[in-house]
């Protein structure tokens, strides 16, 4: 097997005791560099249109291994492909049959579909849902790739979101929040369905990564266990008792199925529903993401503290300068870092011999 990481199995360990809020050698960073000459680089096709960029498998395969070709995993970085890239937002409101719209080839998103409660779409799952056969077509591909070039790394899930805010995308946040009190019977039934149908997206998608080892959600985390990433941005909209009957039971109920679970904290209109978050005891970390205009992040260690104070461990984006600046004001337990830049390989190196110097 061709190895790409050479630490894959202390990163696993120390990934491993963040989940579980243990404490490991040193705080956890995710930091990735770019290889001045990669090992192995593939012809790029060119895509003839922005529907082919996004799905066709010829053209998403070899921009995605020569990513992973030029680059060096640092620290818990683990390397991984992701054929179906989280930037295809909320891919199950397109399984409900959201029809997609490309943004340009850094962004796609979906149109709502639910116009008036009285003739709504069916939300049940459909198994030849155009997205979800773009889904597993591409996925598979990977797997095939991945044996074929022997390549020890992983396969990342799409973007399935959460299923309350899969909702919101297909009815209107606007509108949702209307329903809420207009319409609360009809909007619980059809959560419901969302949330049905979000298992089923989950499930056929395990079937074909669950093999390479563990499980990679889009956020770019990995756990040797099924462990979502539980979403609600929606819910920065209402207040926490609207949150507490609405979403904290559909939330409750994935972080109980699963053996892991983190949830996506997003933004400072999130925040007040943080206690109720900190009571679920299954949700093993918080993800942390102080949203537009509201940054930097290292300016909200109040709240990371706080996060941390409540038993959960802490996952965060930073940029390289912050890293030392949240190695001084957070507890090393649960707390990964994750880089979002590729740095040159040399700052990589030594922005994790930082890290690795202030052992806790």
Not at 51 to 68: C, F, G, K, S
Not at 157 to 178: F, I, S
Not at 219 to 240: K, V
Request: glycine share 6%.
């Amino acid at each position: 097997m061709r190895r790409i990481k050479d630490d894959l199995a202390e990163a696993q360990a120390r990934t491993n005791d963040w989940w579980d809020n243990r404490r490991s050698d040193r705080a956890l960073i995710q930091v990735k560099g770019r290889l001045e000459e990669p090992w192995f680089k593939v012809p790029i096709r060119t895509a003839e249109s922005l529907h082919a960029y996004w799905t066709d498998p010829d053209v998403v395969m070899p921009r995605i291994l020569n990513e992973l070709g030029s680059t060096w995993y640092g620290g818990e970085a683990f390397p991984v492909l992701s054929p179906v890239p989280g930037r295809i937002v909320s891919i199950t409101a397109k399984y409900l049959g959201a029809p997609n719209v490309y943004v340009d080839d850094q962004t796609t998103w979906s149109e709502p579909i639910i116009d008036d409660w009285s003739d709504p779409p069916s939300l049940d799952w459909n198994p030849e849902n155009e997205w979800w056969s773009i889904t597993r077509r591409n996925l598979q591909a990977c797997a095939d790739e991945v044996r074929r070039r022997d390549l020890e790394c992983f396969i990342g899930h799409p973007d399935l979101n959460g299923p309350t805010e899969v909702l919101a995308g297909l009815r209107n946040p606007e509108k949702l929040c209307m329903d809420l009190v207009m319409e609360p019977d009809t909007v619980k039934r059809a959560a419901r369905k969302v949330q049905d149908a979000w298992y089923e997206a989950w499930k056929g998608v395990r079937e074909i990564t669950a093999p390479f080892g563990g499980c990679f959600t889009f956020m770019g985390l990995w756990s040797d266990q099924e462990a979502p990433d539980l979403q609600s941005d929606f819910s920065s909209l209402i207040s926490p008792a609207m949150f507490a009957e609405f979403m904290l039971p559909l939330i409750r109920e994935q972080a109980e199925r699963f053996p892991r679970s983190v949830f996506h904290l997003d933004g400072p209109d999130m925040v007040r529903h943080l206690d109720l978050l900190l009571s679920v005891e299954e949700i093993n970390a918080i993800q942390w993401v102080e949203g537009a205009g509201a940054g930097p992040v290292s300016r909200w260690t109040d709240l990371m503290r706080r996060i941390q104070d409540g038993g959960k461990a802490l996952y965060v984006y930073c940029e390289p300068w912050e890293v030392p600046i949240l190695l001084k004001n957070l507890s090393h337990q649960g707390l990964m870092m994750v880089v979002t830049d590729v740095l040159p390989l040399h700052e990589a190196r030594e922005l994790l011999k930082d890290v690795e110097r202030r052992r806790a």
